[in-house]
């Protein structure tokens, strides 16, 4: 079965830094689409990026110029880059993933911004 496992998550002081990893097992074929969904209390669910197998990239305005996405298709893994977080980063990240027309989700993982 197909699984989506995230990590890197934790509490981060604003101007620093972070990375977040999710890596796929269970993958036949080509994962079409990977990227980070983020979800703060009280708020609705936010796409923050994805990367498609085409190397194309998009980004949320809130993150753009502080998170950068990166895949290695080899290991099935996806990268989310967190710098210079805000407080309002705060929130559960979740991966997910499109192969064909089936959309995997992770966990999620936390990340707390604060001081």
């Known amino acids: 079965q197909v699984q989506l496992v995230e990590s890197g998550g934790g509490l981060v002081q604003p101007g620093g830094s972070l990375r977040l990893s999710c890596s796929a097992s269970?993958?036949?074929?080509?994962?079409?689409?990977m990227g980070w969904y983020r979800q703060a209390p009280g708020k609705q669910r936010e796409l923050v990026a994805t990367?498609?197998?085409?190397?194309?990239?998009t980004y949320a305005d809130s993150v753009k110029g502080r998170f950068t996405i990166s895949r290695e298709n080899a290991k099935n893994t996806v990268y989310l880059q967190i710098d210079n977080p805000k407080p309002e980063d705060t929130a559960v990240y979740y991966c997910?993933?499109?192969?064909?027309?089936?959309?995997?989700w992770g966990q999620g993982t936390q990340v707390t911004v604060s001081s």
């Open positions: 997910y993933a499109v192969i064909w027309l089936s959309a995997y």
């Open positions: 269970g993958i036949i074929g080509n994962i079409n689409i």
């Open positions: 990367a498609t197998s085409g190397g194309s990239r």
